[in-house]
């Protein structure tokens, strides 16, 4: 008897989303995680000490811990900007001071887990010193990740300058996955770039595991803008190179008007799911309602009722239970 193997790959928020419902699920979850931030208190602790930015880890590490509110509250706690420490996050600060102590920002995860009492393995996308590139549709080229997203540029595709790699132990849990699921979160710049490793790209692509995308609810300004579900997938496949994507969870619930016309002031729409295109293309698509509107108006995702749909998109459930 085992817990079946979930890989959640992604990076931003969207990410921490996902693994807070799953976390509560009978499952072994790693997660994969971006480190291509490039701007704040990440691009800047990334640059300085060379390690993997931060920001991110750090945001994964508390969606999977489970610890008082006070310490989360503590371990997010971002100083004044005009202070000596420069407006850092405590979080991305100890992750920092524990890469340093051990030498590996690996093993500092692994020691962090331990004192966070998280449950699951989090794993950078790459231990390399990498720099995300965007091409855009005009012909022009944009370097750093926080750089990229401008509001009516289209983006043609990310890439790094060389060869980027995954680590082995990364290589090892796409193996070992029972189902590898793609976050919710900013296309080009948070998912994405975890496709963009040679070796990630032959892990996955001899992977028999289900592949799940969860799509974004509202296009994203700068980034996917009158985006459908099917222009999502497609530009996913084309940065890996063949069909990838098994299936695809979409919001189904309507969203207000009033809310609708509060982002489209910014250019933002909600993402359409073009169910024709999306069959020719062999794509299964999960249709439930996943969002609710908080008290700021804004289209956010439930944990919980997402991570319920990913669990029951594990194929032979009751064998991973059996005596």
């Known amino acids: 008897m085992r817990n079946p193997k979930v890989v959640v790959i992604g990076g931003g928020s969207g990410l921490s989303v996902v693994l807070r419902g799953l976390k509560h699920f ?7 995680v971006s480190v291509a931030d490039s701007g704040g208190s990440s691009g800047i602790l990334k640059k300085e000490f060379n390690i993997p930015a931060p920001g991110d880890l750090r945001n994964v590490m508390i969606a999977l811990s489970n610890v008082e509110p006070l310490i989360e509250e503590v371990f997010q706690y971002r100083f004044k900007e005009n202070s000596s420490i420069g407006a850092h996050p405590l979080g991305n600060l100890l992750i920092t001071a524990m890469t340093e102590i051990t030498g590996d920002v690996q093993i500092a995860l692994r020691k962090l887990r331990k004192l966070f009492n998280i449950k699951g393995k989090i794993l950078p996308a790459t231990l390399q010193k990498i720099e995300l590139i965007a091409e855009k549709e005009s012909g022009g080229f944009v370097f750093g990740e926080s750089d990229i997203p401008v509001l009516g540029e289209r983006i043609k ?3 790094y300058d060389g060869e980027v790699n995954s680590p082995k132990e990364n290589i090892k849990a796409i ?5 590898i699921v793609f976050s919710i979160g900013s296309l080009y710049t948070s998912i994405i770039p975890n496709l963009l490793l040679g070796n990630m790209q032959e892990a996955l692509k001899s992977s028999k595991a289900r592949k799940i995308y969860i799509c974004n609810a509202m296009c994203q300004m700068g980034e996917t803008e009158n985006y459908s579900v099917a222009d999502h997938i497609e530009s996913i496949n084309r940065h890996v190179g063949y069909d990838m994507i098994d299936r695809v969870i979409v919001n189904s619930v309507g969203i207000e008007k009033e809310i609708i016309d509060r982002y489209e002031a910014d250019g933002r ?25 908080d008290s700021e108006k804004r289209v956010r995702h439930l944990s919980y009722k997402l991570a319920a749909v990913i669990y029951s998109q594990i194929d032979n459930l009751e064998e991973f239970y059996e005596e």
Request: net charge positive; aromatic share 2%.
């Open 175 to 179: 193996e070992e996955a029972d189902l």
């Open 26 to 32: 009978p499952i072994d979850i790693t997660a994969i």
């Open 269 to 293: 729409v909600p993402v359409k799911i073009d169910l024709d295109r999306l069959k020719k293309m062999r794509v299964k698509v999960i249709q439930e309602p996943l969002v609710k509107i």
């Open 157 to 159: 595709r990310v890439f």
